[in-house]
């Protein structure tokens, strides 16, 4: 079986030809292209249809063999109706039926899901999920949101919404994510991360101290990222190892929460808990042991992403099959 994955992103779009084959799916092709702010959504659907027709012609794949075409963007959107309803990463893009749009254009099945639910799929049918019935998808980027795969299915909601657990409040006050203050993703995500860092700077000013954090990002507090906080960890400056640590801390304090509530199998967590396992785990841990339910927490095994930077194209592909 062929299929088309579609990713639509706030910078940049991509499109991806794959095979499903008994080991898994067999990415064959894949192109992208700058999604630009100004560009009105239906141009950009015509680039997507370009790419998709010269892709398969490239390849000589009829059109007719490709089974399904998946498309994976950022929320909200209705993923029933097939209607992409403004992201804040795409604000032009206000009542867009995505699906009926590729469908009439090449009568082919289409199928939309956020990108956090595209990336559990992913995960769940081709990366560290697979063999379970109950995953837990956390990104841990630029924002935090969750797909939730319970009993071998994904678990949408009443309303679509359900794994937006990044707007759990964890604590009164932190970081700000999802315009709360103290959320979950304001303390677990790129942004939270930068956030936290810039709070912590401002406490070792005000005891007279000049950060090397803040040195490193010319003095200037907006240039604080994430990145950098995890390279001067690593470097073993101590600030920033702490910064990282109460990260971690928070992070298993919201993953108790849903540990208790769902009872996953595993939890598979992507992006910056990926690739910064080493900082976070420890004080994860500890939090975990203290506060989730010990015959829960028994079964559970929490792991880093296994697609990391292929996320995105298995993502879309996996959302193209429909089996979910």
């Known amino acids: 079986m062929y299929y088309a994955?579609?990713?639509?992103?706030g910078t940049k779009c991509a499109v991806c030809l794959g095979q499903e084959l008994p080991t898994g799916m067999d990415i064959l092709a894949r192109r992208q292209f700058a999604t630009g702010r100004d560009k009105h959504p239906y141009s950009i659907l015509e680039e997507f249809a370009d790419t998709f027709v010269r892709m398969i012609e490239e390849k000589n794949i009829p059109k007719q063999e490709i089974a399904g075409i998946g498309i994976s963007c950022g929320g909200p959107l209705?993923?029933?109706?097939?209607?992409?309803?403004?992201?804040?990463?795409?604000?032009l893009w206000?009542?867009?039926?995505?699906?009926?749009?590729?469908?009439?254009?090449?009568?082919?099945?289409?199928?939309?899901?956020?990108?956090?639910?595209?990336?559990?799929?992913?995960?769940?049918?081709?990366g560290a999920g697979q063999g379970h019935q109950n995953v837990l998808f956390f990104t841990f980027g630029t924002g935090l949101g969750a797909g939730l795969i319970l009993n071998g299915k994904l678990y949408e909601g009443a309303c679509g919404m359900a794994g937006e657990a990044g707007h759990i409040r964890l604590a009164k006050a932190g970081p700000m994510g999802y315009f709360k203050e103290g959320s979950f993703e304001g303390f677990c995500s790129g942004g939270g991360i930068a956030n936290l860092g810039r709070i912590y700077v401002k406490e070792e000013q005000s005891q007279g101290k000049h950060p090397l954090l803040l040195q490193k990002a010319g003095d200037d507090p907006q240039n604080i990222t994430a990145k950098l906080i995890g390279d001067l960890a690593d470097e073993g400056d101590d600030l920033c190892r702490r910064i990282y640590e109460k990260s971690g801390e928070m992070l298993g304090a919201g993953l108790s929460v849903m540990i208790d509530i769902l009872n996953p199998d595993i939890i598979v967590i992507g992006s910056i808990y990926a690739r910064s396992t080493h900082l976070l785990e420890p004080s994860m841990r500890r939090v975990l042991e203290q506060e989730a339910l010990p015959q829960s927490l028994e079964h559970c095994r929490i792991v880093p992403a296994k697609l990391l930077d292929n996320v995105g194209d298995y993502a879309a592909l996996s959302v193209a099959t429909g089996s979910f």
């Open 78 to 91: 209705d993923t029933k109706a097939g209607v992409i309803h403004r992201p804040p990463n795409l604000p």
């Open 94 to 126: 206000d009542n867009i039926p995505i699906i009926s749009y590729f469908e009439e254009k090449f009568g082919i099945p289409v199928h939309l899901q956020n990108d956090a639910n595209a990336c559990a799929i992913a995960e769940w049918k081709y």
């Open 5 to 9: 994955g579609f990713d639509v992103g």
